[in-house]
């Protein structure tokens, strides 16, 4: 339809979630660029509107279209005008999961009516093509008219499972139809919930839900470590699931032969590295209908978080790995089997949020915090330590949230009540107590910030030691205050302090050793020391890469102080590649108005000045 003589200007993908429009789409998309190497292939996610622009973003970028940085500026129709030119050559524009869209046409293209979900400005060229993939039959004849492509309602995941099941049972093609044709239509229906165009059966009796069915009764009666694993995996995540995550069995052996059966139905699919499982999302959704139909999902769903809390474990940095493989297990979870908290869960939220804002996850934890504050206040009450150790970190969360006001109440309450239990040199106060400073840093209050700081440094060194963690923190969060009015050799002379103790004490990859390091780099290049503040840079923004990830905040930090340092010294080009792709993980992490991504456009806004 795209590639003949007679190409269709648009084109819809439409079926089942999970049956392989999206690797239709991408197979396609990669022979097209075999045949004709000078076609762009352009590929815009629309599961939400902002992975959708997103995309619009980066497609403008790579394109250099003008006029896209405008604060005013229609993304998507400055891109949709620039596609729409005649001499621009021939494109493939990919609009993957055009799902829920309400819409309607007129001449100017098409226009939706829910802000929240839309695609505008539909580009027009004999030279240009447009792939829509969606799970409704409605939208993919509204975008695509009747150049639907629908043939693939013989679903290969069916297809697969039957084979499995014909090779591991050693039976014949005419013995298994005669399955097919006994399986009960009624349970095939309960298992097919979800499994439906616009509320309608794509089958009379769906391929997938059938040939589940078929496997999954054989491997109960054969290998119940199997279904029990797979029952327990329907309740996490479907994808990247840890083999350690699963229940203990009896025996190494017994665990092995179970996924084995697993793998053998073509349930699960293995890694080829590591030992993690993947579920087909029609075979997740299977199975949770099934553990539904018999009563049986809010008792496996049960056993992951029980089992979930035996396996996730705390913040500490050296957990990092760790916690980032357990993490969506978690997320989904609790999402799914959590309908109230309550004492038997609120200890794995509670390590759920202090992870996630570990790792920079600031909504994500703030959503997690805010219910353990909740749940902790109610039960225990406002000034038990548990209550206001929850608070703290959700006040933490709010700053990093760059909602300063949250996050000043919060601490003042905390802070007072511990000082009033606990008196003023028990650690928790000191916490408290430095974290308020934070926040009064972050506004801008330096005399204040510098008075509890002081404070909170010296009565550490008393009651911790100069070479405590804590202490160093707080030596470090002096210096920067010092640093930010102005005073540069009182701020280097701590640094260089800290530096040297944490690469002692802590090591070189521990937060608080690259979160120095970057300070006294920033010193450096306010005093222009240039050279010394671009090889800090660099050393800081490499190890927190590794240990991080380069998408963490702290990370977007490096990335951006090196870029002001290469920005000084006259090196525009890798100024500006630092600073857009800081520009846009802030915009997808923080949202465009937080005041981390506003920083990251003033300063990308100077680099192009220069």
Request: hydrophobic share 40%; proline share 3%; charged share 25%.
């Amino acid at each position: 339809m795209l590639s003949s003589e007679s190409r269709c200007e648009r084109v819809a993908i439409f079926g089942l979630g999970g049956v392989g429009k999206t690797q239709i789409a991408l197979e396609f998309a990669y022979r097209l660029r075999e045949r004709q190497p000078t076609c762009m292939v352009l590929w815009i996610p629309v599961t939400s509107i902002e992975s959708m622009l997103e995309a619009y973003r980066e497609i403008g970028q790579q394109l250099r279209i003008p006029g896209l940085e405008k604060e005013k500026a229609d993304i998507q129709k400055v891109v949709h005008s620039w596609l729409s030119q005649e001499n621009l050559g021939r494109w493939l524009l990919v609009f993957d999961n055009a799902d829920n869209i309400h819409i309607s046409t007129d001449e100017a293209g098409i226009r939706t009516t829910e802000p929240g979900d839309r695609i505008n400005y539909l580009p027009k060229s004999k030279f240009g093509s447009i792939l829509f993939t969606t799970r409704s039959r409605k939208i993919a004849t509204q975008l695509a008219g009747k150049n639907v492509v629908s043939k693939i309602t013989h679903l290969p995941l069916a297809i697969v499972q039957a084979a499995a099941f014909i090779n591991e049972n050693a039976i014949t093609l005419a013995e298994y139809a005669v399955l097919l044709d006994d399986t009960e239509q009624n349970r095939i229906e309960l298992l097919s919930e979800d499994f439906t165009d616009e509320g309608r059966y794509l089958d009379s009796k769906n391929p997938v839900a059938t040939t589940w069915l078929i496997s999954f009764e054989q491997i109960r009666k054969y290998d119940t470590l199997a279904a029990e694993y797979l029952s327990f995996m329907a309740c996490v995540n479907g994808m990247d699931i840890p083999q350690s995550l699963l229940p203990p069995a009896e025996s190494a052996k017994k665990a092995i032969d179970a996924i084995g059966t697993l793998v053998a139905y073509s349930f699960v699919t293995k890694h080829k590295t590591g030992q993690l499982l993947d579920l087909h999302r029609l075979v997740h959704l299977a199975t949770r209908n099934w553990l539904r139909m018999n009563g049986t999902l809010g008792s496996w769903s049960t056993t992951a978080l029980e089992r979930l809390k035996e396996v996730f474990p705390d913040n500490n940095h050296t957990n990092r790995s760790l916690w980032r493989m357990y993490l969506p297990h978690v997320q989904y979870a609790l999402a799914v089997g959590l309908g109230v908290v309550d004492t038997s869960t609120v200890e794995l939220l509670w390590k759920f949020g202090k992870c996630a804002h570990s790792d920079g996850r600031y909504e994500v934890a703030e959503k997690a915090l805010v219910q353990v504050t909740r749940f902790r206040s109610k039960t225990l009450g406002e000034e038990d330590p548990s209550t206001l150790n929850s608070m703290d970190y959700l006040a933490s969360t709010y700053r990093d949230l760059g909602r300063l006001n949250e996050a000043e109440q919060l601490e003042v309450q905390v802070m007072e009540t511990y000082k009033a239990k606990l008196g003023l040199d028990h650690p928790d106060t000191m916490t408290a107590m430095a974290n308020l400073a934070l926040t009064y840093g972050d506004q801008g209050r330096w005399t204040e910030a510098e008075q509890l700081e002081e404070l909170v440094m010296e009565t550490r060194k008393k009651k911790l030691g100069p070479n405590h963690p804590d202490t160093l923190a707080s030596i470090d969060n002096l210096a920067s205050t010092y640093q930010n009015q102005g005073r540069w050799k009182e701020a280097e002379q701590l640094e260089k302090q800290v530096m040297a103790t944490s690469l002692r004490v802590l090591g070189d990859e521990h937060p608080s050793t690259l979160a120095s390091m970057a300070n006294l780099a920033s010193t450096y290049q306010n005093q222009g020391q240039w050279k010394e503040a671009e090889q800090l840079n660099v050393q800081a923004l490499e190890m927190r890469k590794r240990v991080l990830g380069e998408e963490h905040p702290s990370t977007l930090t490096s990335m951006t102080n090196l870029a002001s340092t290469y920005r000084k010294q006259g090196l525009w080009k890798e100024a500006e590649d630092l600073d857009v792709k800081v520009l846009e993980m802030r915009k997808k992490m923080l949202g465009i108005e937080h005041p981390d991504t506003l920083t990251s456009m003033s300063n990308l806004a100077l680099t192009f000045k220069g």
